[in-house]
């Protein structure tokens, strides 16, 4: 019987029974219930972010004294010309590698979907990159882009499109196509996993109708696949673009920003600053203006990505 | 009383943040250095710290202060060169700093001017070689005319000329390394013998190796690229003849192919790769990079001077390591006593056999120079060593995307030698400002 109930069939001159003494929903039982995700997310999301609050609105070293500065650092990081540099390189970046990363996975993914002989092999192949790490691969890549003796100039010359001298990391328009072609081979299998998965759970009459209706391989993807995986596509998109936003490691290994600062990201801005100044309320302050525009272009995505109908 | 949950969400933030900020307050307290017998017949263990780049040297100390006494074992923990300001930083911060540092003098200042360090000038000043160790350390050592640092070994920048490749080309060699038209002349000498011979050699994708080695030449005018103290520091480079002149040196040298062309994409990890093979005229480099992988034939056939301005002047980076007591240090005195010993003229005699050099002038006796003839230009004219004092000389000078590298990549490689110094000029004051904030 629900308090609804009660409530409603209680005899005249009997008190009735407030919402909190409810025999299935004893008080507090919500406020207990949630309790421990509310302790987790003040613990290790909130307070932080207080503390981070705080923290850029001082003069906060990683050693030394402190004292309030107010808006100070931010208005130092926003008239930092090289910090201004790293957010525009790293929405270039971003612009760069999201439209592969999602288009190579999307057809790894319908190469693997089906459960054929050799799938599970090929997903294995496929998804090793990211397994590896890229880490792992932006070290391999460092010694294999030396000008002669790295691989990848070895090809080229070997193919005749170079002589093997070009100095791939000290150039950065060719770093950066360097950086891309690796992070879009790298991650490119995560988008397979999370497409695939997606593809597979979509009814297999749906497509036997389409196939009835006479649909196309390309109709019944445009069609059929595409709007059912929407969701899973949204949720790659905006998975590759945080992680393009945040990208540090493969640009601190291959070129460490440069030369100059033109593949500086705004990680590695903040890095430095952070941890080669020492400046910690300097870096905590433009940390938090890349959590505010992460936020504000995945708000962006979710808009533009929404159901429609 | 009841608490609303706008309520519990506040009090957990302020909770959170004052947990969080706990670990920050306070100060360590330095150690007294002037009581009775400090520094004298201390027992225990001695944590020391030092950075990679260091690490075979102070091995060998470690081990010879182990054999000279059984009452202090010091325990050495190196640290990666690109981590170790980082890493000590945090351990400062954390409150658990180790009893020793042997740290770059370059990043001496970073935690000098943050308090970070003990006042070790009654000890310094009570040493018998007070006068002969090292300026150029002592001076990145010093706040308001008080020693936080002690000089511990030397890596300095000097130039290692080939002496076959001068006599081939009919170049002698000290008419040839006194001032710019002089490298030039014997540059386009060397290089004209044969293919493959460059009369120059520098690494063109290394910020911090040209660094070390490209500004002597411009403090050999007694001018420097950061100009001011620290609190008001400003960039020096726009308008700098210094820094124009020899960027156009480094400059003709790359037109006229007197360095290797892998000097465009070289970071310095293979640094004295080209000189060990006997086909650079001359090298700007440090005792450590060259000497101890030299073939000794090639040594034998090698001359070293310092560097030389572009009309004149000579001057060397006078870099290495220092020795600071953290504030906070569990066993000071313990750390003194090992200073002191690595001081002694002993020791600092033996550092060219680890690819150092020492601090102390009188350490150049007879003997020493017929046994390390490659490492006395340095001591005979330490007072021509320097080195800048700035809290950014890592952010502009050693990091690849830094101000410094930036214009000299611009200038040399591209030849737009004014735009880039302007450019750096700017990157240069506002490094320099948020450095000093």
Not at chain 1, 208 to 235: F, K, N, Y
Not at chain 2, 278 to 302: C, F, H, N, Q, W
């Given at each position: 019987m629900s308090a609804v109930t009660s409530r409603a069939t209680a005899p005249a001159g009997v008190p009735r029974r407030r919402r909190s003494d409810s025999l299935t929903h004893p008080r507090r039982t919500g406020l207990l219930l949630v309790l421990p995700a509310v302790a987790f997310v003040v613990v290790f999301v909130f307070a932080p972010l207080l503390a981070a609050v705080y923290i850029s609105l001082t003069n906060f070293p990683l050693i030394g004294s402190f004292e309030f500065v107010g808006l100070e650092n931010f208005a130092l990081a926003l008239s930092d010309p090289v910090f201004g540099r790293s957010i525009l390189y790293t929405l270039v970046y971003t612009a760069i590698v999201t439209g592969p990363i999602l288009v190579l996975g999307y057809t790894l993914a319908v190469i693997v979907r089906a459960n054929r002989r050799g799938s599970t092999l090929l997903r294995t192949v496929f998804f090793l990159p990211f397994v590896v790490g890229l880490t792992t691969i932006s070290f391999i890549m460092l010694l294999e882009a030396q000008p002669d003796s790295g691989a990848v100039n070895i090809v080229l010359r070997w193919l005749g499109i170079t002589d093997g001298s070009t100095a791939w990391l000290v150039d950065g328009p060719l770093a950066t196509a360097l950086i891309c072609v690796l992070v879009i081979w790298g991650v490119s299998g995560l988008t397979m996993i999370?497409?695939?998965?997606?593809?597979?759970?979509?009814?297999?009459?749906?497509?036997?109708?389409?196939?009835?209706?006479?649909?196309?391989?390309?109709?019944?993807?445009?069609?059929?696949?595409?709007?059912?995986?929407?969701?899973?596509?949204?949720?790659?998109?905006?998975?590759?673009?945080?992680?393009?936003?945040?990208?540090?490691?493969?640009?601190?290994?291959?070129?460490?920003?440069?030369?100059?600062?033109?593949?500086?990201?705004?990680?590695?801005?903040?890095?430095?600053?952070?941890?080669?100044?020492?400046?910690?309320?300097?870096?905590?302050?433009?940390?938090?203006?890349?959590?505010?525009?992460?936020?504000?272009?995945?708000?962006?995505?979710?808009?533009?990505l929404r159901e429609r109908d | 009383m009841t608490l609303s949950r706008r309520d519990f969400l506040a009090l957990a933030g302020i909770g959170g943040a004052a947990a969080a900020l706990a670990g920050c307050g306070g100060q360590l307290e330095p150690a007294d250095v002037t009581v009775a017998g400090f520094g004298e017949g201390a027992s225990g263990t001695l944590n020391l710290w030092c950075r990679s780049d260091t690490l075979t040297g102070n091995e060998a100390m470690v081990e010879a202060f182990h054999a000279a006494q059984e009452r202090i074992r010091v325990e050495l923990t190196p640290i990666p060169n690109s981590q170790y300001v980082t890493k000590l930083a945090t351990a400062i911060r954390g409150r658990r700093p180790p009893d020793l540092v042997d740290i770059d003098d370059i990043y001496s200042a970073l935690f000098i001017y943050r308090d970070a360090f003990t006042d070790l000038t009654p000890l310094i000043e009570e040493l018998p070689y007070r006068d002969r160790l090292s300026p150029g350390h002592l001076g990145l050592a010093t706040k308001d005319d008080r020693f936080y640092a002690v000089p511990f070994l030397a890596d300095n920048s000097v130039l290692f000329c080939n002496l076959d490749l001068f006599e081939r080309a009919g170049v002698d060699v000290d008419e040839a390394t006194g001032s710019f038209a002089g490298y030039l002349e014997a540059a386009r000498a060397i290089s004209a013998l044969e293919e493959d011979v460059y009369g120059w050699s520098y690494p063109g994708n290394a910020s911090g190796a040209l660094g070390f080695t490209v500004q002597p030449h411009i403090w050999a005018t007694d001018t420097d690229l950061i100009a001011g103290q620290i609190g008001g520091q400003t960039g020096n480079v726009a308008g700098n003849e210094s820094v124009?002149?020899?960027?156009?040196?480094?400059?003709?040298?790359?037109?006229?192919?007197?360095?290797?062309?892998?000097?465009?994409?070289?970071?310095?990890?293979?640094?004295?790769?080209?000189?060990?093979?006997?086909?650079?005229?001359?090298?700007?480099?440090?005792?450590?990079?060259?000497?101890?992988?030299?073939?000794?034939?090639?040594?034998?056939?090698?001359?070293?001077?310092?560097?030389?301005?572009?009309?004149?002047?000579?001057?060397f980076f006078d870099g290495g390591d220092n020795f600071a007591i953290p504030n906070g240090a569990a066993n000071p005195s313990a750390a003194w006593e090992y200073v002191r010993f690595c001081l002694e003229i002993e020791q600092q005699s033996n550092l060219p056999a680890g690819g150092y050099t020492p601090v102390r002038a009188d350490a150049a006796t007879d003997a020493f120079r017929e046994q390390f003839p490659l490492a006395v230009a340095p001591l005979e004219q330490l007072d021509a060593g320097y080195a800048p004092l700035s809290l950014s000389y890592n952010r502009i000078y050693n990091q690849p995307d830094g101000p410094w590298l930036e214009m000299f990549r611009r200038a040399v490689f591209a030849g737009e030698i004014e735009a880039a110094m302007d450019e750096a000029q700017d990157r240069y004051d506002l490094i320099l400002r948020q450095g000093d904030a």
């Open positions: 999370l497409l695939m998965s997606a593809m597979q759970g979509v009814p297999r009459e749906v497509y036997e109708s389409a196939e009835l209706d006479g649909a196309t391989w390309w109709q019944t993807e445009r069609r059929v696949t595409i709007p059912m995986i929407r969701r899973a596509i949204a949720m790659s998109v905006i998975i590759s673009v945080i992680g393009s936003f945040l990208g540090f490691t493969q640009f601190f290994i291959l070129t460490q920003g440069g030369p100059g600062s033109e593949t500086t990201t705004v990680v590695m801005s903040i890095y430095r600053r952070a941890f080669v100044d020492l400046q910690l309320g300097a870096a905590t302050a433009m940390s938090l203006l890349l959590v505010l525009l992460t936020a504000l272009v995945t708000a962006l995505q979710f808009w533009m | 124009r002149r020899t960027l156009e040196l480094l400059r003709t040298f790359w037109e006229e192919d007197l360095v290797p062309p892998v000097a465009y994409a070289d970071d310095a990890s293979r640094w004295n790769a080209d000189y060990l093979s006997g086909r650079i005229g001359m090298k700007p480099a440090s005792y450590g990079v060259i000497v101890p992988d030299a073939d000794p034939a090639l040594l034998e056939r090698t001359e070293v001077r310092l560097l030389a301005g572009p009309d004149g002047g000579v001057s």
